[in-house]
């Protein structure tokens, strides 16, 4: 169904993802705020999935349901965005794959705040393509009414989901619980015989994720909270072709997260302070084949620690400032046992005078693997009553993950056509500028529409390497003489030119119904200087095209989300799959309720039943039909 994204006016707004708070109109940059009632309205069962409605964004999924996908904006890879709760950074230091692992359930988020563009100035490394925050109910500082509400679905493929979630406040005492769960056995993909020796046998596209999250947050005076935050994600899946497209590749996956926060805020008469301490771990068992040895277990590790203070100067004036050091660490049997720290600090101020607000930052980063780093950003937005005019730049900055800096660095006799790290690369280094603007025509129309260019140097991809040129530069063990590996590299220089549009429709009929729709279109060109052919880099959606609509009509709903994605085609023949060069998808939900607090809905997902992959090899759902129930208390 339609998420009724951006339909207040841009000036009322207030995001938090720019460290100052600041309305939509003020912040110079293209964001996007879905609201829990957004959420609640799209036929989402998973982060994932309610991203992938916003445009620009770009989900990579390898399977249905959340099962896992890549986060991809403005044309970036996947380890370029930065994945936030409530202000801290989670983002995996094994890889970026698993940054759409987000342990919060869907009934405890307040809302999610989706900056596009460049954020290193703000928010350090990792936020190049852009930032994705999201905000949970106790985090936020509004009183709530005590409420209960969850959904119990069922469908083809024993597929159950169910979710639940829980809100008590009682004094100065806030205390929140979500549940969910999404299981099935799974798709059957048939046996395929690929040549006479050669027969692939059938497997089932089986998945099984829980989650559970709890907050709560204390008003210890009128200045000063204490809020927790604690969580545990689940997920064990079938995992063929999620990373290689292999013949010999039966994987399957077990991936263990959790993630801990504490916070301590005083709010003053002119100031805000805060200081934070978040920890998130994850294990992962990777088995590639039951065939032979092949079991990859890795523990990961983040433990993060900021400290900031805003102070309002003058009704013009906002400065802001804050540090912040982190431990990245990783056992790991392939990879190797590692660990490195780092640090940052930042400084920023808002100048706003009458329609013109501005706001410049500066943040340096040091970290054991890439030095010292200085990050500038500037901002500026002007408002022509309806009209709002914004323009940005600034400078972004990522580091290698452990997988990319040591995977396979530990393991002997490798054979041809595997990833292998490169313990030498060095950060990533962009600049990004955009332009863009905002118009609320009137109370049923409003555009959006931004410009962009990022001109990357030094970024990191696997590239198809001889070993011969690989040398000693890799720790590992024994190369095959003239075989080629996939080494990661520093590919010179990438750059990314592009346009989104979104355009927002919603009319009220009498009392009783209403018509929401609304679309976005998102054209991405990138290319490199060397014509380097990698694996990440240009595997974006060069045309990306996402349709929602919802028509409500007293008690029944009706709800059709669309999607068209346009890329580069892809072929194995190992495996005889290919990678079509665009699809088409549809959603359809019809809800009715029962009572005030009570309905029914149904689901039927990916309509016309399309045979199509995101990643060469991993096959998505077809048509897969679902009913359940939903409440409120």
């Known amino acids: 169904m339609l998420s009724a994204q951006q339909t207040t006016a841009i000036d009322t707004i207030q995001v938090s993802s720019t460290r100052i708070p600041l309305k939509l109109n003020e912040t110079g940059r293209s964001i996007e705020v879905l609201s829990a009632a957004d959420i609640a309205k799209t036929n989402a069962q998973s982060l994932d999935e309610v991203l992938q409605t916003v445009p620009g964004i770009e989900i990579q999924s390898r399977g249905g349901f959340g099962t896992q996908g890549d986060i991809l904006m403005r044309g970036s890879t996947f380890t370029q965005v930065l994945v936030l709760i409530d202000g801290m950074r989670i983002n995996d230091p094994l890889t970026g794959h698993f940054n759409s692992y987000i342990p919060v359930t869907l009934a405890q988020i307040h809302s999610i705040e989706i900056l596009r563009g460049a954020a290193s100035a703000a928010f350090g490394a990792d936020a190049v393509g852009g930032v994705i925050n999201i905000r949970t109910h106790t985090f936020v500082n509004q009183s709530k009414a005590n409420h209960s509400k969850g959904d119990l679905a069922y469908g083809e493929h024993n597929l159950v989901v169910a979710n639940q979630g829980f809100a008590w406040y009682k004094g100065d005492l806030k205390l929140g619980i979500g549940l969910s769960g999404r299981q099935s056995s799974g798709e059957e993909v048939a046996a395929k015989m690929i040549d ?12 099984d994720i829980q989650t559970i999250s709890a907050s709560s947050a204390y008003r210890i005076n009128e200045r000063s909270r204490i809020k927790a935050f604690a969580s545990f994600d689940h997920r064990d899946f079938d995992a063929r072709y999620f990373y290689t497209t292999s013949s010999f590749d039966k994987s399957t996956e077990i991936v263990d997260n959790s993630f801990y926060r504490l916070q301590f805020e005083n709010i003053g008469d ?22 032979f040895p092949s079991t990859n277990t890795h523990t990961a590790r983040l433990l993060n ?11 013009a004036w906002t400065i802001k400032g804050g540090l912040q050091a982190d431990k990245r660490s990783i056992q790991s049997n392939d990879r190797g046992d ?9 400084g920023m101020g808002v100048f706003k005078k009458r329609a013109l607000a501005a706001t410049l930052s500066l943040r340096g980063d040091y970290d054991q693997n890439y030095g010292f780093q ?7 937005a002007y408002t022509f009553n309806k009209l709002v005019l914004r323009g940005s730049t600034g400078k972004s900055i990522r580091a290698a993950d452990y997988t990319e800096r040591y995977v396979s660095n530990n393991l002997m006799n490798l054979t041809p056509g595997r990833s292998l790290g490169n313990p030498e690369l060095l950060a990533e280094s962009s600049w990004s500028t955009e332009v863009g603007a905002d118009l609320n025509l009137n109370q049923h129309w409003t555009i959006h529409t931004s410009l962009f260019n990022r001109l990357s140097s030094q970024l990191i991809d696997f590239v198809s390497t001889n070993e011969s040129e690989i040398g000693s530069v890799s720790e590992t063990g024994s190369l095959q003489d003239g075989a080629d590996y996939f080494f990661a590299k520093n590919v ?3 750059q990314t030119n592009g346009l989104e549009l979104s355009i927002n429709y919603k009319q009220s009929i009498g009392d009783n119904a209403s018509v929401q729709c609304r679309a976005g279109y998102t054209y991405l060109d990138t290319s490199n200087e060397d014509d380097v052919i990698s694996v990440y880099i240009s595997s974006h959606a060069k045309h990306l095209l996402t349709g929602q609509l919802n028509i409500q009509w007293q008690r029944l709903s ?10 580069n085609p892809a072929i194995v023949v190992g495996i005889d799959e290919h990678l079509n060069a665009s699809y088409w998808l549809f959603n359809t939900r019809l809800g009715f309720d029962v009572t005030e607090r009570t309905g029914v809905h149904f689901e039927l997902r990916n309509l016309a039943d399309v045979e199509y992959q995101n990643i060469l090899g991993a096959k998505m759902p077809g048509r897969w039909f679902l009913g359940g129930l939903h409440w409120s208390f």
């Open 270 to 291: 002119k100031s805000i302070s805060d200081i934070n301490v978040s920890f998130k771990q994850s294990e992962d068992e990777f088995i590639f084949s039951p065939d």
């Open 492 to 494: 010179s220089s990438v």
């Open 558 to 567: 009706l709800g059709l989300n669309s999607l068209y994605k346009e890329r």
């Open 338 to 346: 590692h660990e490195d720290w780092h640090f940052g600090g930042y």
């Open 305 to 315: 620690m900021t400290a900031n203070h805003l102070y309002y100067l003058n009704q």
């Open 374 to 380: 200085l990050s500038p950003g500037l901002n500026v």
């Open 196 to 207: 006479t020796t050669t027969t692939l046998e059938a497997y089932n596209t089986y998945f």
